[in-house]
């Protein structure tokens, strides 16, 4: 059975940090691309960040680069982890990560236009990130 557990979300302050995981089960990351995506009340899914395939390419939305960080565990092969830094208000929302194959693997596309949900193999059942003072 493929699933997709994320955890590490909660509470914190501005300019705080936090760090998210999504462990798979059921698949082999090395053929997969592993994107985050959020969603804040009343606001469109968007992407956030990928890491595609064994040679970990990875991609990042223009409001979290050089905030946050996407990678995979070379021991844990199959959990990615995304290192959230100098959180602020705006990045509060639910954090979700997903697995997806073929064109879903081109970072870039995926982040800047997210795909249609049912597209991807997998969804975790999301993570609440708040921001706040």
């Not at 395939?53 to 979290?64: E, H, K, P």
């Not at 639910?94 to 997806?100: F, S, T």
């Amino acid at each position: 059975q493929v699933q997709l557990v994320e955890s590490g979300g909660g509470l914190v302050q501005p300019g705080g940090s936090l760090r998210l995981s999504c462990v798979a089960s059921g698949l082999d990351l090395d053929y997969y691309a592993v994107t985050w995506f959020r969603q804040a009340p009343g606001k469109e899914r968007e992407g956030v960040s990928c890491i595609a395939g064994a040679l970990r390419s990875t991609s990042y939305a223009d409001s979290v680069k050089g905030r946050f960080t996407i990678s995979r565990d070379f021991n844990a092969k199959n959990t990615v982890y995304l290192q959230m830094n100098n959180l602020k208000p705006d990045d509060t929302a639910v954090y979700y990560c997903a697995a997806g194959r073929g064109p879903l693997t081109v970072c870039p596309k995926v982040v800047h236009t997210p795909p249609e949900r049912e597209s991807y193999d997998a969804w975790g059942q999301g993570t609440q990130v708040t921001v706040s003072s």
